[in-house]
């Protein structure tokens, strides 16, 4: 069974950087996609970033420039690089992997952007 734990949420300052980690643990012997996605109080879950197995990314529009998805697929390891963080980026933030077309979710990692 694949399980996925995010890690590095907090508190941060306008304009500051954050750096959210997913560590998958299970029989994982590649991926067709995996990635972020983030939830604010009140608002639906949406996409953050996302990295297909052959490296293509798709990013929301609201973070781009700002956020990277690096990955490390020996380790099955995937960050969510936040710069120039705002408010508006305050969510928990999930963990996503798809892999042999099943979704799996992460419990999610709470980040939040405030002075």
């Known amino acids: 069974q694949v399980q996925l734990v995010e890690s590095g949420g907090g508190l941060v300052q306008p304009g500051g950087s954050l750096r959210l980690s997913c560590t998958a643990s299970?029989?994982?012997?590649?991926?067709?996609?995996m990635g972020w996605y983030r939830q604010a109080p009140g608002k639906e879950r949406e996409l953050v970033a996302l990295?297909?197995?052959?490296?293509?990314?798709n990013y929301a529009d609201s973070v781009k420039g700002r956020f990277t998805i690096p990955r490390d697929n020996v380790k099955n390891l995937v960050y969510l690089q936040m710069n120039s963080l705002k408010p508006e980026d305050t969510a928990v933030y999930y963990c996503?992997?798809?892999?042999?077309?099943?979704?799996?979710w992460g419990k999610g990692t709470l980040v939040t952007v405030s002075s």
């Open positions: 299970g029989i994982i012997f590649s991926y067709n996609a």
């Open positions: 990295v297909t197995y052959g490296g293509s990314t």
């Open positions: 996503y992997r798809r892999i042999g077309g099943v979704d799996y």
